[in-house]
């Protein structure tokens, strides 16, 4: 009888975690260059999630300074000497000149931070070249560093979407198969109803597996009562 309590009670596991995922992945549908995540039983105890990397849609917002990667690639962005990779586009000018990521990271170029100082009422005079090439008004100031990583590199996904390699000394590598949209942003790359579907089945599954458990429950209490009238 406990077999089949308990094998339920491990059952529950997967949908409730499941569960949990989706909702933080209905929680960023409108961060930018998002990726999705999915969970799955690496065997009956143990369950693990993956992020699932497709390019997500490319969606015109008309400000110059967001820039979407069209291909592979992840821009690289730094701060307090830490660097982490996104495809977040999402750009801004900091109090100094510089180009940063909402939450303030700086992004990185071929030669460093880029540094848009001259331009007029700051990015509204930035033009970004499909190559990454920075122009602020007519002078070139760098060249926005799009990387990827070798095949088989793990990446871990941190807070705001950003990605670092799971693995100590894993050194990205220059990307090619791309090209750089102004004016755009990437998507978060999945759709919300079937998110919202995934959501609904989970729960499902869950309530089944909470109504095994009430049978047991209720058919070991009837067994405990015949056996205490004996």
């Known amino acids: 009888m406990r077999i089949g309590y308990y094998t339920a009670a491990l059952g529950i596991m997967l949908p409730r975690k499941r569960i949990e995922v989706i909702a933080n992945n209905l929680a960023n549908v409108e961060t930018p260059g998002f990726k999705h995540d999915r969970i799955y039983f690496k065997n009956f105890m143990e369950e693990a ?3 699932v990397m497709r390019q997500g849609r490319l969606r015109r917002t008309g400000s110059p300074l967001d820039v979407a990667i069209n291909g592979e690639g992840f821009f690289k962005v730094q701060r307090d000497g830490q660097v982490l990779y996104t495809r977040d586009g999402n750009f801004c000018i900091n109090q100094n000149g510089q180009l940063t990521t909402q939450e303030g990271w700086l992004v990185m170029g071929n030669s460093g931070p880029i540094e848009l100082s001259n ?3 700051r990015g509204t005079d930035v033009r970004i070249e499909p190559d990454g090439r920075v122009f602020d008004g007519n ?3 760098g060249k926005i560093e799009v990387v990827k990583f070798p095949k088989g590199a793990r990446l871990r996904k941190t807070k705001h979407g950003y990605f670092k390699p799971e693995q100590a000394g894993v050194e990205a590598l220059e990307a090619k198969n791309y090209r750089l949209v102004q004016y755009f942003l990437e998507d978060a790359n999945f759709e919300l109803p079937e998110e919202m579907v995934g ?4 729960m499902r599954e869950l309530e089944s597996f909470q109504k095994v458990m009430q049978t047991y429950q209720e058919v070991e209490s009837v067994l405990i009562r015949k056996l205490g009238s004996i």
Do not use: A, F, G, L
């Open 49 to 51: 999630s993956y992020t």
């Open 119 to 121: 331009s007029i009422e």
């Open 139 to 141: 002078d070139e100031v």
């Open 199 to 202: 959501i609904i089945e989970s």
